[in-house]
């Protein structure tokens, strides 16, 4: 747990008990929340086991999709750094053997996406 640990003290970065807590009945057996960064109202949520995000659909945000993608199954990811005048960075995943990336979400500043990818990539690569 030293990867994660000394990564959840940075701002976008979500606690594991704030995380269990609102998303716990996700879980199943012996999965357990590693960490998660919150991207304005979605929220990414990194398990043993899988990638979870949380997609808090619509105006009022009463809708709300939980994607569920095990880390065997992602192929590829990028990160793409904010520049001087584009203040968003952005993550893309590819999932399986898709040509286009599945997921792409952009990041504001109050997330630093190289501990993104640093945590995709511990799980992806490992």
Do not use: C
């Not at 979605?42 to 086991?49: G, S």
């Amino acid at each position: 747990m030293g990867i994660f640990s000394a990564l959840l003290g940075n701002a976008g970065a979500v606690s594991q008990e704030d995380l269990i807590k609102k998303y716990g009945q996700l879980l199943t057996d012996n999965e357990e929340v590693e960490m998660g960064f919150k991207l304005i109202r979605d929220t990414f949520i990194f398990t043993n086991k899988r990638l979870i995000l949380v997609d808090v659909q619509g105006i009022t945000g009463s809708k709300t999709e939980y994607k569920s993608i095990a880390y065997k199954s992602i192929t590829r990811f990028s990160i793409e750094t904010a520049g001087t005048f584009d203040l968003d960075a952005e993550l893309k995943i590819w999932v399986s053997s898709e040509l286009q990336p599945s997921i792409v979400k952009q990041f504001t500043k109050s997330v630093n996406v190289y501990e993104v990818q640093k945590v995709l990539a511990h799980h992806v690569l490992g």
